[in-house]
């Protein structure tokens, strides 16, 4: 029988291979001048919109001024929205644009279509076990993150 150590340390080893295969797709295939950390920001972005920069920060693990250099360029280059709080100027929230939903749909599906030419030589039962696995993961560990966020907020 399997032990949750091993599980844990499967995942351990697993997933940093994986994630290093992604930023390779997206390094490869994105066709602009677009970083894999201003990728990251965009993903972020994208599930949390309205997020302040050091959201931003925590989630990209950078220092605050790192991101905000990051963000700059890409408010710069029309891919996010800051505005700032007409309560407090020093609060400023990030929303992505139509342009920039635009180039991370087009980075995502150019990865996907990568990872899924990698995943091909898998049977249709080992995909839908791959699938099943994943799905798991995700419930596991958005509970986390929801529990995390009432945290925070309470």
């Known amino acids: ?27 490869s295939s994105r066709g602009t001048d677009i970083s894999v950390v201003q990728v990251r920001v965009l993903a972020f972005l994208d599930g949390a919109p309205g997020s302040p920069l050091s959201a ?21 280059r029309g891919l996010i929205h800051r505005a700032t709080s007409a309560a407090d100027r020093r609060y400023v929230t990030l929303m992505l644009t139509e ?6 749909d087009w980075v995502r599906q150019k990865a996907r279509n990568r990872l899924a030419a990698d995943l091909a030589h898998l049977s249709p039962e080992q995909q839908e076990q791959l699938l099943q696995a994943t799905t ?14 009432r945290g925070a907020a309470g």
């Open 56 to 76: 931003v920060a925590e989630h990209v693990g950078l220092t605050l001024p790192s991101v905000s250099s990051q963000v700059s360029n890409l408010v710069e």
């Open 99 to 104: 342009e920039g939903h635009l180039l991370l």
């Open 1 to 27: 029988m399997t032990s949750i150590n091993d599980c844990a340390s499967a995942l351990i080893e697993t997933i940093p291979q994986v994630m290093q295969e992604i930023r390779r797709y997206v390094r």
């Open 136 to 149: 798991l993961l995700r419930s596991v560990f958005a509970a986390k993150h929801s529990e995390a966020s």
